[in-house]
């Protein structure tokens, strides 16, 4: 109960102070200074093709110490709800674009009623709070989970296509949600952080950690490794050919002085 009531303070706390609500932009990891709330990262993509499946979103959160989203409770759903709502207020240019959660489940094809029962977290978590949307999950080969981020969308049976749960396929392309274990000293010198509570205030201080998206810059580089190899190769057979070429005309000038100087001589000779 004691962190149901943490995490809704700590929700009041993102819309009560307009300054934490101007920091809150994709790429930050969000820290709580009383070592109680986790830290989070909402990484949006404006360009569809820069966002990425389940599996690269999970090896992207762990890649930085921690695992996609999980739930615990209704509360912790509400903080995140805040934190989306503040990262993508009017004039940020984010709109629409789902965003991967934790929760997926093993197998292929399960449709029975036993479907829902079957999935779970992929840090370990047992939480079993669930916010699907109307109908879902729907299983089938949808099984892997993200939370509807539709803004513009018409609402469905189940209202606005907002903050509820809704079951894909795993390869489909959609933003990501960490989840960090609390920090309160950021140890990497290139991280910024910021107090956001006003002096005096009596509210537990929020740490907004600016991180990036680093890990994603691992799918760009690594597919271009064969390439800069192959271009280190034909670099290196160049720089070997333009070496035995100037080591042969050295050897050619070597061995052509001592006929030269024989043909000189002769030449003198007879003229005499």
Known sequence: MSRALSLLLGAA??????VFCRRVVSGQKVCFADLKHPCYKMAYFHELSSRVSFQEARLACESEGGALLSLDNEAEQ???ESMLQNLTKPGTGIS???????LWRNGEGQTSGACPDLYQWSDGSSSQYRNWYTDEPSCGSEKCVVMYHQPTANPGLGGPYLYQWNDDRCNMKHNYICKYEPEINPTSPIEKTYFTNQPGDTHQNVVVTEAGIIPNLIYVVIPTIPLLLLILVAFGTCCFQMLHKRKARRNF???????????LAESLNSNL
Do not use: A, N, R
């Open 253 to 263: 000038t070597k061995d052509s002085t001592p006929l030269s100087s024989e043909c």
């Open 96 to 102: 629409d674009g789902d965003f991967w959660i934790g």
């Open 13 to 18: 706390l993102l819309c009560g102070h307009g």
């Open 78 to 80: 509400k903080l995140i």
